[in-house]
C-alpha cells in the first residue's frame, strides 16, 4: 500500500550535533583499488532523490572509468539495510554509498564492524572516521529559483508545496520566498504541507486549492512531480525540486537539482589516495561543492531575469549567503543580526519564517 | 438392460483419457513435506529459466543464489532476524482469521504496540531492570486498544472490519509522525526519530551474529499459539465455530466473546510484534519501522492456513526471499521488478502445492 514509501524520501540531512565526534586518528586508509558500490530505498527510476543519485552514479562511473553496482528498493529499516551492505562488502566493495536518512544508524553500526569500509550517506546524520554523510545547501538553489517565480508572477502571490514543516524544508520555504522579493519585493508565499514526501494525491488538492486563491506560480519541496503537472493543467508556472522537471511539465521554468557527482567522484579519489578525512558534522554542501544546483530556465523566464539569477547564482558561488543579516521572521523578531550569518545548527534547527510567507500554522 | 449413464462432474476428457479430482483425506506430513519441497524447487526451476534467459550465466546460478545465503552465517542471521517479527505479526493474523475476524489493520496495531513501548521508555517508567517487560506489556496493550474499536462496531454494529481496521492504519501512522515531528522528536538532533533507547530498553543479545532474544521468543510464541489453537479449550471451541458458526450458537457457544478474546490476542501480539521490532532491530521508534511486516502477516496467515508451525516456516520463506533478492540484484545488477517477480513465482508455485495436499488428480478409463 501506499503508506509503504512515504516516510522516506529523502531529504533529511544531517544533524549537526547527533554523533559525538569520533576521535579522528588520522585519514581513512582504503585497502586495493577503490570499488564503491550504491545502495538505494527506493526505486532508482523515481523521477526524483533515487534517480538523482543514480543518475550520479553513472556519472561518475564514466568519470572514473569503474562500475558501480546498485541495488534498489532497500527500505530503511535495519534488516533489510545490513543484508545488502554485507553483500556488497563480501564481494569486495569497499566504499558503500547510501541513501537516507533512515540509513543512519544501521550505516553507524556498520562503519564500526567494518573499518575498513568508507560509507557515505546522502540525507544520513551520523559519522565516523569511516562514515561521512552528506546533504546539499538546497536554500541556495532554492533561492535562486525564487527569483524565477518573483519574475513569473503577476499578481505576487507565489504557492508552494511541502512535504513536512522542519528546518531543512523550511529553510527553502524561507530561501524561496527572499528570493521571489529580490525581483519584486512585495510577493508572498502561501506554503501548503502536505505531512508526506510522495503522495501525489495530497500535492494535486494542494496545488489546486493554491491556484484557486489566485497564485500564479507553485514551487515545490516534495518528492513528486505532481505540483508542476496540475500548474500546467491549469496554465500557471511552476518550479521543481531534485531534478530538472521540466521533464514532466512544460509549466516548470527553473529547477533546483541534485549534482552529487560533482562531490562523489572527487571524494572517491580521495579515498582512494588516502586523502580523505570526514567530519564529525557531516558535508553540507554549497552549489560549488556539489549540493544542489539548478536547472534554469524555461522560455517564460526573460533574458534580463535569468541573466540577474545567473549573476546571483556567481555570487553565491563567490561566498554570498542567502541568509545574511540584518534578517527578521514574519513576527518582527530578529533571528540574523547586521553583518552575521545564520548558523548551520540554526539552519537545521529552524522553525520560523520570513516576512511574505503565509503558512497554515 | 439399458445401461444408466452415470454423470461423472468432474471428468473431462484428457489427451490421455479421463481424469478425476478428488479430495484427499487427511495427509501424512511427511508426505505434505515433499509436495511443498517439490513446489519451492519447481518455483526455483522457473526464477532459474527466467535469470538465464534474462542473461544470467547459468553456471553457477545454484551456487551464488542458494549456497551462498545458506553458508554464510552472517545470511542465517539476516533470515532470521527478519523472520521472527514475521512469525510474530503471521501469528497474529491467524488468530483473528481463526475467529473470522479480518483483521488487516496489524500494521496499524505494530505502530501502537511500538509507540506503547515507546512511551515507557521516554518516560522511564518502572525499575531499569524490569524496563524491557514493561515495555512488551506495555506495546501488548496499545496493541489491544488499537484493534478495540474496530472489533467493537463489528461486534455491536456490525461494521465491516475489513474496511475498519484498514483505515485505523492510517490514522496510527499519522499519530507516529505527529509524534515524530512534535514532542517525541529526537532531542539531540532535532529529527524526526525517536531518541535511541538505552542498553536497558533494548532486547538481550544471544551471543550469536547479532541475534537478540526475538528468535527464542518467536519460538515460544509459535509453541503457545500452537497449544492455544490445538489443545485448548479455547482451540477447540474455535475449530467448532470456525467450522459451523450457526451449529455452534445453538449448542450455546458464546461466539461474540470468542471472538473478542481472540481478536484482542491478535491485538496483542501485533503490538508484540511492534516492540521487537523497535527495540531488537531498530532500537528506536522510527518512522519505517513497520514497514513490509503487517501486510506479510497476513499473506504468511493465508499461505499457512493458519497453522502456526506453517506461519514459521513461511516466515522463514519470505526472510529467505527478500535476502536472496537482495544478492540476486548485488550479484547479477538485476532490476527490483525481476526480483519481485521471481518472489511472486516462488510464493505461487508453494501455494499451489497446497492444492496437491487437498486434492488428488487421478486418471479413469
Given at each position: 500500500m501506499g503508506m509503504t514509501r512515504l516516510s522516506s524520501t529523502?531529504?533529511?540531512g544531517l544533524a549537526l550535533s547527533v554523533v559525538p565526534a569520533v576521535i579522528h586518528a588520522e585519514p581513512f586508509k582504503l585497502e586495493g583499488d577503490p570499488n564503491p558500490a550504491l545502495v538505494i530505498f527506493s526505486q532508482k527510476n523515481d523521477g526524483g532523490w533515487s534517480q538523482s543519485l543514480d543518475e550520479a552514479r553513472a556519472k561518475v562511473e564514466k568519470e572514473l572509468g569503474i562500475t558501480i553496482?546498485?541495488?534498489?528498493?532497500?527500505?530503511?529499516?535495519?534488516?533489510?539495510?545490513?543484508?545488502?551492505?554485507?553483500?556488497?562488502?563480501?564481494?569486495?566493495?569497499?566504499?558503500?554509498?547510501?541513501?537516507?536518512?533512515?540509513?543512519?544508524?544501521?550505516?553507524?553500526?556498520?562503519?564500526?564492524?567494518?573499518?575498513?569500509?568508507?560509507?557515505?550517506?546522502?540525507?544520513?546524520?551520523?559519522?565516523?572516521?569511516?562514515?561521512?554523510?552528506?546533504?546539499?545547501?538546497t536554500y541556495e538553489s532554492q533561492y535562486l529559483c525564487g527569483m524565477a517565480a518573483g519574475a513569473l508572477s503577476k499578481s505576487g502571490k507565489i504557492g508552494f508545496v511541502a512535504a513536512n514543516p522542519f528546518g531543512l524544508v523550511n529553510w527553502t520555504v524561507n530561501a524561496y520566498a527572499l528570493g521571489a522579493q529580490k525581483i519584486n519585493p512585495d510577493a508572498t508565499v502561501t506554503v501548503v504541507f502536505t505531512g508526506a514526501w510522495n503522495d501525489p494525491v495530497k500535492e494535486r488538492a494542494a496545488t489546486e486549492a493554491l491556484i484557486e486563491q489566485g497564485i500564479d506560480v507553485v514551487g515545490q519541496h516534495v518528492d513528486s512531480p505532481t505540483p508542476q503537472i496540475v500548474a500546467q493543467e491549469k496554465g500557471v508556472?511552476?518550479?521543481?525540486?531534485?531534478?530538472?522537471?521540466?521533464?514532466?511539465?512544460?509549466?516548470?521554468?527553473?529547477?533546483?537539482?541534485?549534482?552529487?557527482?560533482?562531490?562523489?567522484?572527487?571524494?572517491?579519489?580521495?579515498?582512494?589516495?588516502?586523502?580523505?578525512?570526514?567530519?564529525?558534522?557531516?558535508?553540507?554542501?554549497?552549489?560549488?561543492?556539489?549540493?544542489?544546483?539548478?536547472?534554469?530556465?524555461?522560455?517564460?523566464?526573460?533574458?534580463?531575469?535569468?541573466?540577474?539569477?545567473?549573476?546571483?547564482?556567481?555570487?553565491?558561488?563567490?561566498?554570498?549567503?542567502?541568509?545574511?543579516?540584518?534578517?527578521?521572521?514574519?513576527?518582527?523578531?530578529?533571528?540574523?543580526?547586521?553583518?552575521?550569518?545564520?548558523?548551520?545548527?540554526?539552519?537545521?534547527?529552524?522553525?520560523?519564517?520570513?516576512?511574505?510567507?503565509?503558512?497554515?500554522? | 438392460m439399458a445401461e444408466i449413464a452415470v454423470p461423472k462432474a468432474a471428468a473431462r476428457r484428457g489427451f490421455f483419457g479421463r481424469f478425476n479430482l478428488e479430495v484427499r483425506g487427511h495427509m501424512p506430513i511427511a508426505q505434505q513435506?515433499?509436495?511443498?519441497?517439490?513446489?519451492?524447487?519447481?518455483?526455483?526451476?522457473?526464477?532459474?529459466?527466467?535469470?538465464?534467459?534474462?542473461?544470467?550465466?547459468?553456471?553457477?546460478?545454484?551456487?551464488?543464489?542458494?549456497?551462498?545465503?545458506?553458508?554464510?552465517?552472517?545470511?542465517?542471521?539476516?533470515?532470521?532476524?527478519?523472520?521472527?517479527?514475521?512469525?510474530?505479526?503471521?501469528?497474529?493474523?491467524?488468530?483473528?482469521?481463526?475467529?473470522?475476524?479480518?483483521?488487516?489493520?496489524?500494521?496499524?496495531?505494530?505502530?501502537f504496540g511500538a509507540i506503547g513501548a515507546t512511551l515507557v521508555a521516554n518516560s522511564d517508567f518502572g525499575p531499569a531492570s524490569m524496563r524491557i517487560v514493561t515495555m512488551a506489556l506495555a506495546a501488548m496493550v496499545a496493541g489491544m486498544l488499537w484493534i478495540a474499536l474496530p472489533l467493537f462496531l463489528k461486534i455491536r454494529?456490525?461494521?465491516?472490519?475489513?474496511?475498519?481496521?484498514?483505515?485505523?492504519?492510517?490514522?496510527?501512522?499519522?499519530?507516529?509522525?505527529?509524534?515524530?515531528?512534535?514532542?517525541?522528536?529526537?532531542?539531540?538532533?532535532?529529527?524526526?526519530?525517536?531518541?535511541?533507547?538505552?542498553?536497558?530498553?533494548?532486547?538481550?543479545?544471544?551471543?550469536?551474529?547479532?541475534?537478540?532474544?526475538?528468535?527464542?521468543?518467536?519460538?515460544?510464541?509459535?509453541?503457545?499459539?500452537?497449544?492455544?489453537l490445538g489443545m485448548s479449550r479455547y482451540g477447540f471451541l474455535l475449530n467448532f465455530v470456525y467450522s459451523n458458526a450457526r451449529m455452534a450458537r445453538a449448542m450455546g457457544v458464546r461466539i461474540a466473546g470468542l471472538t473478542v478474546l481472540f481478536a484482542l490476542a491478535s491485538g496483542a501480539l501485533s503490538g508484540f510484534g511492534g516492540f521487537m521490532i523497535s527495540t531488537g532491530i531498530e532500537s528506536r521508534l522510527t518512522q519505517s519501522f513497520f514497514i513490509g511486516y503487517g501486510f506479510s502477516g497476513i499473506l504468511i496467515a493465508f499461505l499457512a492456513r493458519n497453522n502456526p508451525f506453517a506461519v514459521a516456516f513461511f516466515a522463514i520463506l519470505i526472510a529467505v526471499l527478500m535476502v536472496a533478492g537482495q544478492s540476486l540484484q548485488v550479484f547479477y545488477q538485476i532490476p527490483f521488478a525481476m526480483v519481485q517477480l521471481i518472489q511472486a513465482i516462488i510464493v505461487i508455485c508453494v501455494a499451489a502445492s497446497e492444492f496437491f495436499i487437498h486434492y488428488r488428480i487421478r486418471m479413469v478409463g
Open positions: 529523502l531529504a533529511w553496482p546498485v541495488v534498489e528498493n532497500v527500505p530503511e529499516n535495519a534488516t533489510a539495510i545490513r543484508p545488502a551492505v554485507e553483500l556488497f562488502i563480501d564481494r569486495g566493495s569497499n566504499i558503500i554509498i547510501g541513501s537516507a536518512f533512515g540509513y543512519s544508524d544501521t550505516f553507524l553500526e556498520l562503519a564500526k564492524q567494518y573499518p575498513n569500509v568508507a560509507f557515505i550517506n546522502p540525507a544520513g546524520t551520523t559519522n565516523a572516521a569511516n562514515l561521512q554523510s552528506i546533504y546539499g545547501r508556472y511552476g518550479t521543481g525540486h531534485h531534478r530538472d522537471l521540466s521533464e514532466f511539465s512544460t509549466a516548470t521554468q527553473c529547477s533546483s537539482v541534485w549534482v552529487w557527482d560533482k562531490y562523489l567522484t572527487p571524494t572517491i579519489q580521495k579515498i582512494a589516495a588516502g586523502e580523505w578525512e570526514t567530519s564529525p558534522y557531516g558535508a553540507f554542501l554549497s552549489i560549488k561543492e556539489g549540493g544542489t544546483d539548478i536547472a534554469c530556465c524555461g522560455d517564460a523566464v526573460s533574458e534580463d531575469v535569468k541573466k540577474q539569477i545567473m549573476d546571483e547564482r556567481q555570487a553565491i558561488i563567490d561566498g554570498k549567503q542567502v541568509y545574511a543579516g540584518p534578517l527578521s521572521d514574519r513576527d518582527g523578531k530578529e533571528r540574523v543580526k547586521e553583518g552575521e550569518v545564520l548558523s548551520d545548527a540554526d539552519l537545521w534547527g529552524m522553525d520560523w519564517y520570513v516576512k511574505g510567507v503565509i503558512s497554515q500554522q | 513435506v515433499l509436495v511443498v519441497s517439490a513446489g519451492i524447487l519447481l518455483g526455483l526451476l522457473l526464477s532459474a529459466l527466467l535469470l538465464i534467459a534474462s542473461g544470467v550465466k547459468p553456471s553457477g546460478l545454484a551456487n551464488e543464489f542458494i549456497v551462498a545465503i545458506f553458508s554464510s552465517k552472517r545470511n542465517v542471521a539476516a533470515v532470521l532476524s527478519y523472520a521472527a517479527p514475521l512469525t510474530i505479526v503471521g501469528l497474529a493474523a491467524t488468530l483473528a482469521f481463526k475467529a473470522r475476524f479480518w483483521n488487516i489493520g496489524i500494521e496499524g496495531q505494530i505502530i454494529l456490525q461494521v465491516n472490519e475489513i474496511i475498519s481496521t484498514l483505515l485505523m492504519n492510517y490514522i496510527a501512522f499519522n499519530f507516529l509522525l505527529h509524534l515524530l515531528y512534535g514532542s517525541w522528536k529526537d532531542p539531540q538532533s532535532a529529527f524526526p526519530n525517536s531518541k535511541l533507547f538505552d542498553d536497558v530498553e533494548r532486547l538481550m543479545p544471544v551471543g550469536w551474529q547479532n541475534l537478540n532474544l526475538s528468535v527464542p521468543i518467536a519460538i515460544v510464541l509459535v509453541l503457545c499459539v500452537a497449544w492455544l
